[in-house]
């Protein structure tokens, strides 16, 4: 079946523009997650979904960035003002739950560079 | 905190021969562990998980990764490696104390040389 996908897959912008990542995840995933990879580093977590709620969204860096999720589909990232430290790849995943024993799926990840 | 540690940035290995990819890690209770592959300009795959049981774990692509509580490892392994497996390699550990999302190692980059 499909897996998850991401939109862009690449996306350069201005610094101080608005810019906005999509995550399509598995479906009937429940769980959705975003992470941040920086050039030459491993994966940071930005924030995770259980259905529409984010109970954690402990990992995103800053009030410039935001996220939502429309039932159990589609996601949004969202970088307000975007800063040349924000260039990185950012990849969402999903899961069927949140129990610690499902397993995430990742998509190809939006590369974002800020110039 | 839960944390994984990948001490070796590169490892360079032969085709044909066995490759070896070290992990360790540090939690609270039983770990879920995980394997992940990144191949140039894609996402992460899975390769393989240790949730319980059997602590040799077999996974995509012929490899697998052992266990091992008292050494806190799960260092993934291959018997022969193909050139194709050259990639990024990343171990993770997933928070159980905190929704679940996976902290990952820095990564390896495993080189297979003809």
């Known amino acids: 079946g499909a897996g998850v996908s991401q939109s862009p897959s690449n996306k350069v912008t201005e610094k101080g523009k608005d810019v906005e990542l999509r995550c399509d995840p598995i479906s009937g995933h429940t769980a959705l997650y975003w992470y941040r990879q920086r050039l030459g580093q491993g994966l940071e977590f930005l924030i995770y979904?259980?259905?529409?709620?984010?109970?954690?969204k402990s990992g995103l860096p800053s009030d410039r960035f935001s996220a939502e999720r429309t039932g159990e589909s589609v996601s949004t990232l969202t970088i307000q003002r975007t800063q040349q430290e924000d260039s990185a790849v950012y990849l969402c995943?999903?899961?069927?739950?949140?129990?610690?024993?499902?397993?995430?799926?990742f998509g190809p990840g939006t590369r974002l560079l800020v110039l | 905190a839960q944390s994984v540690a990948q001490p070796e940035d590169q490892v360079n290995v032969a085709e044909g021969n066995p490759l070896t990819v070290k992990c360790t890690y540090s939690?609270?209770?039983?770990?879920?562990l995980f394997w992940y592959v990144q191949y140039p300009n894609r996402g992460l795959q899975f390769l393989l998980k240790?949730?319980?049981?059997?602590?040799l774990v077999k996974g995509s692509y012929g490899f697998e990764a052992e266990f091992n509580k008292s050494q806190t490892s799960f260092h993934l392994k291959k018997p022969s490696a193909l050139v194709s497996d050259s990639a990024l390699y990343f171990c993770a550990v997933r928070d159980l104390h905190n929704t679940d999302k996976l902290i990952f190692g820095t990564g390896t980059r495993l080189q297979v040389f003809p």
């Open positions: 939690v609270s209770g039983n770990p879920y």
């Open positions: 995943a999903s899961s069927s739950d949140d129990r610690g024993r499902k397993t995430q799926y």
């Open positions: 979904f259980q259905g529409n709620s984010a109970p954690d």
């Open positions: 240790y949730i319980t049981g059997d602590n």
